[in-house]
């Protein structure tokens, strides 16, 4: 597998910017998988800003819950692909969980991402995340559920990764 760079920071510091520029930098065929639901008109405005700001060279792939189908799906056809959100994601799968089971969510995806690290996929990935633990605690249970399971994913991502960059007020900070 090419390099897995995982890119994070605050909302709105730059992240998906970053990501994409670099990975415009990097290849020809680029894919970038939007895990975003354009479930009301704001978010639907954002998803149309997103997608203007990548351009028609980009190819999009919108997937809110199967990562790594979609990612199954792209070997051979592109050589950059740019996974945004992995937040959102999670905000997806905890949303539509049945049972609250934390630990089920928690080995899915847990599962998901060491099939990633084994994964013989072909192109450089950007994996996009939040930072979302430098605030306050969360005053509600589903909140700080959220809040602890996007920390544990960011770190076992971090650790699958080639390179970690911190994105600060749109600054690349090389972590790893």
Same mark, same amino acid.
């Given at each position: 597998?090419?390099?897995?760079?995982?890119?994070?920071?605050?909302?709105?510091?730059?992240?998906?910017?970053?990501?994409?520029?670099?990975?415009?930098?990097?290849?020809?065929?680029?894919?970038?998988?939007?895990?975003?639901?354009?479930?009301?008109?704001?978010?639907?405005?954002?998803?149309?800003?997103?997608?203007?700001?990548?351009?028609?060279?980009?190819?999009?792939?919108?997937?809110?819950?199967?990562?790594?189908?979609?990612?199954?799906?792209?070997?051979?056809?592109?050589?950059?692909?740019?996974?945004?959100?992995?937040?959102?994601? @999670? &905000?997806?799968?905890?949303? *539509?969980?049945?049972?609250?089971?934390?630990?089920?969510?928690?080995?899915? #995806? !847990? /599962? $998901?991402?060491?099939?990633?690290?084994?994964?013989?996929?072909?192109?450089?990935?950007?994996?996009?995340?939040?930072?979302?633990?430098?605030?306050?605690?969360?005053?509600?249970?589903?909140?700080?559920?959220?809040?602890? @399971? &996007?920390?544990?994913?960011? *770190?076992?991502?971090?650790?699958?990764?080639?390179?970690?960059?911190?994105? #600060? !007020? /749109? $600054?690349?900070?090389?972590?790893?």
């Amino acid at each position: 597998m090419a390099d897995i760079i995982f890119v994070t920071g605050g909302a709105k510091s730059g992240k998906s910017s970053y990501a994409i520029t670099e990975a415009e930098t990097i290849g020809r065929k680029p894919v970038y998988i939007a895990t975003a639901e354009p479930l009301d008109d704001e978010m639907k405005d954002r998803i149309d800003i997103h997608r203007k700001e990548r351009g028609s060279h980009w190819t999009t792939i919108e997937e809110a819950i199967d990562l790594e189908g979609a990612l199954s799906e792209l070997n051979s056809r592109y050589d950059v692909a740019v996974i945004d959100c992995i937040t959102l994601w @999670l &905000s997806n799968l905890l949303c *539509r969980r049945n049972d609250g089971d934390k630990a089920d969510l928690y080995a899915s #995806v !847990s /599962g $998901m991402l060491g099939r990633l690290k084994d994964a013989d996929i072909d192109m450089t990935l950007y994996i996009v995340s939040n930072e979302v633990g430098m605030g306050i605690v969360p005053e509600n249970a589903l909140a700080r559920e959220f809040r602890d @399971l &996007s920390g544990k994913v960011n *770190r076992m991502i971090a650790d699958i990764a080639d390179h970690v960059v911190l994105i #600060v !007020s /749109g $600054m690349p900070l090389k972590i790893k």
